[in-house]
């Protein structure tokens, strides 16, 4: 699946225009952090721009360990509209605080909408915050009741995903999501070059904002609907040779 961040009501816009090509679209607010949080109005407007049967998605923020703030503003964003719930764990430094986060998460968005979707997002470079290692989240997400684990990173300067986790232990992220019976999202900068090795290991959720906006730039660029169209070709190129290969390789 393709989720695509745009950050505001205008870039929604364009993404309804590419509606056919993304399956989720995340409302985010970059200048705020990798997992800024938008305002619940900018949610509804989002909800309303875009196609009704395309899921809306909405960060709650890079969030402290506060699990009843935490809880009170994931709710707001499923009051909002939003039917898939992502958390980054920037301020827990444990598992323990992670898990006690997200279950307060999944609790309040759930009670409110039983059939919303919430995610555990972590940091691939989670070394360079001092949050928790990023393969823990499957765990953290198993325990705390939550549907998916995600890695993003945290502090945006060029560096990408593999930089810090290195595709053989995003494969391991993604093969302890499986094995909860979670589904595994990966983003950070990802570009359409990387795009084998998230196939190859069996991805479930791509998401990116910078790869699709106008030179390459998740702040000051802006979304394209044809570049939405390019990165989803290549998914699919991808994806097709990946299913061809895959009985050979078994």
């Given at each position: 699946?393709?989720?695509?961040s745009p950050d505001g009501v205008e870039e929604a816009l364009d993404c309804a225009k590419a509606a056919e090509h993304l399956?989720?679209?995340?409302?985010?607010?970059?200048?705020?952090?990798?997992?800024?949080?938008?305002?619940?109005?900018?949610?509804?407007?989002?909800?309303?721009?875009?196609?009704?049967?395309?899921?809306?998605?909405?960060?709650?923020?890079?969030?402290?360990?506060?699990?009843?703030?935490?809880?009170?503003?994931?709710?707001?964003?499923?009051?909002?509209?939003?039917?898939?719930?992502?958390?980054?764990?920037?301020?827990?430094?444990?598992?323990?605080?992670?898990?006690?986060?997200?279950?307060?998460?999944?609790?309040?968005?759930?009670?409110?909408?039983?059939?919303?979707?919430?995610?555990?997002?972590?940091?691939?470079?989670?070394?360079?915050?001092?949050?928790?290692?990023?393969?823990?989240?499957?765990?953290?997400?198993?325990?705390?009741?939550?549907?998916?684990?995600?890695?993003?990173t945290a502090i945006k300067d060029g560096t990408r995903l593999f930089d810090h986790v290195p595709p053989d232990v995003c494969?391991?992220?993604?093969?302890?999501?499986?094995?909860?019976?979670?589904?595994?999202?990966?983003?950070?900068?990802?570009?359409?070059?990387d795009l084998g090795e998230l196939t190859r290991i069996g991805t479930d959720i791509v998401g990116v904002r910078g790869a699709?906006?106008?030179?390459?730039?998740?702040?000051?660029?802006?979304?394209?609907?044809?570049?939405?169209?390019?990165?989803?070709?290549?998914?699919?190129?991808?994806?097709?040779?990946?299913?061809?290969?895959?009985?050979?390789?078994?």
């Amino acid at each position: 699946m393709l989720l695509i961040s745009p950050d505001g009501v205008e870039e929604a816009l364009d993404c309804a225009k590419a509606a056919e090509h993304l399956d989720i679209v995340d409302v985010k607010k970059p200048d705020e952090g990798s997992l800024g949080a938008n305002y619940p109005w900018v949610i509804r407007a989002i909800r309303d721009a875009v196609p009704a049967g395309k899921p809306v998605s909405a960060t709650v923020g890079d969030v402290p360990y506060k699990p009843g703030t935490v809880a009170q503003a994931a709710l707001g964003a499923a009051v909002s509209g939003a039917s898939y719930i992502k958390v980054g764990l920037y301020g827990c430094t444990t598992p323990e605080q992670a898990v006690e986060v997200m279950r307060g998460v999944v609790r309040a968005v759930k009670d409110h909408s039983p059939e919303a979707f919430v995610v555990a997002s972590g940091y691939a470079d989670a070394h360079r915050i001092g949050c928790v290692n990023p393969l823990a989240l499957p765990d953290i997400a198993h325990r705390s009741g939550a549907d998916a684990a995600m890695l993003d990173t945290a502090i945006k300067d060029g560096t990408r995903l593999f930089d810090h986790v290195p595709p053989d232990v995003c494969a391991e992220f993604v093969r302890l999501s499986h094995a909860y019976g979670l589904r595994a999202a990966l983003a950070g900068s990802v570009k359409a070059r990387d795009l084998g090795e998230l196939t190859r290991i069996g991805t479930d959720i791509v998401g990116v904002r910078g790869a699709v906006c106008e030179g390459g730039d998740r702040d000051t660029g802006r979304i394209v609907p044809a570049l939405v169209a390019d990165f989803r070709a290549e998914m699919d190129r991808h994806a097709r040779e990946h299913a061809t290969l895959a009985p050979a390789a078994s």
